[in-house]
């Protein structure tokens, strides 16, 4: 799936560069094998729309860790299993059940994610961006309760999390 050559979500990076005369220099190398003492540290850490594409989560949010000094803004797919909001879950992902995309391989739900991210090294982990209301907790029961399909279907939502160094 990674594709350095092509990168057609760089277009816009590439155009703001150029109309601010932007000295920033980009860096395109594969996030999980570049080398972070030579990449740096940096202020300001966006992982925006990557946390659920990679193999080992863990290890990707130990190395934005790594290269976080202040703040790392993460945002990612994620899920509520309905009955199990206590317990840090992960979903897993085969082959493309998410969103017909082969390279989903994660779905966090929150106490998963927040949890990761202190135990990937963050002081402080909090979600800015939390699950959508849930129905009440009678709808919310496991499948051997007898409950419908349609009560027990996970909701995915779009998970943002501000963790601090």
């Known amino acids: 799936m990674w594709r350095p050559d ?15 005369r932007s000295k920033v220099e980009p860096v395109v190398h594969d996030f999980m094998t570049v080398d972070l ?3 740096g540290t940096f202020d300001v850490v966006l992982y925006l729309g ?10 990707a949010l130990k190395r934005v860790a790594r290269v976080t000094k202040e ?3 993460i945002e990612t ?14 979903e897993f992902y085969e082959t493309n059940e998410l969103n017909g995309d082969a390279s989903n391989w994660w779905a966090p739900n929150q106490k998963g994610l927040v949890g990761m991210c202190r135990a990937a090294g963050f002081k402080k982990a909090e979600m800015q961006a939390p699950p959508p209301p849930q129905p009440p907790i009678a709808t919310r029961l496991p499948k051997q309760s007898g409950c419908s399909a349609a009560e027990n279907e996970l909701l995915h939502f779009r998970a943002v999390v501000h963790a601090w160094k």
Do not use: M, Q, S
């Open 77 to 90: 797919e994620a899920v509520v299993v309905p009955g199990f909001e206590d317990r840090a879950l992960f």
């Open 6 to 20: 092509e990168l057609p979500g760089k277009k816009g990076f590439d155009t703001a560069h150029e109309i601010l």
């Open 50 to 59: 990557v946390l659920y594409h990679i193999h080992n989560p863990f290890e």
């Open 71 to 73: 703040l790392a803004i």
């Open 37 to 39: 003492d030579r990449l």
